[in-house]
């Protein structure tokens, strides 16, 4: 059983809707004993800049490590970066400023569109904003300093919903560009949980996707639910794990965080 979640939002970003110690109380109901608190950073097409104040968040967060450990959760820092190859003097200069745990780097806008909603294919054949999603994904592995690429199939959930499941074939090599990049700068891959039992499944999509980073060299992989609210924590871990390790890759519980 996967006892970690090492991606999360609290009130810190502003999608969030629970606060780091309410976090933390949910995942000790659910048995967790080890979560990563991984506000958002987000630079935006009009030019706009979203942070959390980091020096609140920073407060805020050792005074719960040292109120949880006790009661046996173990708690990091964290933050995303969306689009951050994009913003690399930014994201040096943020990431020299704050000693994060977990940094995970993740794409949330392709040539400006916002990759959650179906507009995002407007004019376009599916494999094309498929290979472009990919190529971005390679980009921050190469370029950025992170941990974790972040949710993999995010764009595969608006696709979906204009085109049904994806003809993941049509874009084997692309993905298989970024899994290599991923393994060879060191980055784990994410498996998102949060819609692992979507309808239509494409849970197959996903495993075959998690097996061509095998067999590019990746090994770990971070199952994370992303949530935004407290009872989304550890969501559908266990068919995560179940996914992860039919690939042959093995679940990536943060160990080395901590020196173990």
Known sequence: MILTDLHMHSTYSPDGNHTIAELCEQALAIGLTHIAVTDHVEWLPDGSHQRPD????????????????????????????????????????????????????????????????????????????????????????VSVDCKVIAHFDRIFWPGTMRFGLPAIERIEQPVRNAMRAIARHGRILELNTRFLTHTPGWNPVLETVLRWYREEGGQFVAINSDAHRASEIGRNREIGEVLVEQAGCIPYLGREIVGA
């Not at 980091?54 to 990091?76: H, K, N, P, S, V």
């Not at 190859?85 to 020299?96: F, N, R």
């Open 54 to 141: 980091f020096d609140r968040y920073f407060a805020e967060l050792q005074a719960c490590q040292q109120r949880y450990a006790a009661r046996g959760l173990t708690l990091w820092s964290g933050v995303e970066l969306g689009n951050p190859h994009e913003h690399l003097t930014e994201v040096e200069d943020l990431l020299a400023r704050y000693p994060f745990d977990m940094i995970i780097g993740s794409l949330h806008w392709l040539r400006g569109q916002n990759i959650h909603f179906v507009h995002c294919f407007d004019g376009k054949q599916p494999e094309e904003v498929y290979t472009l999603y990919f190529e971005e994904l390679a980009h921050i592995a």
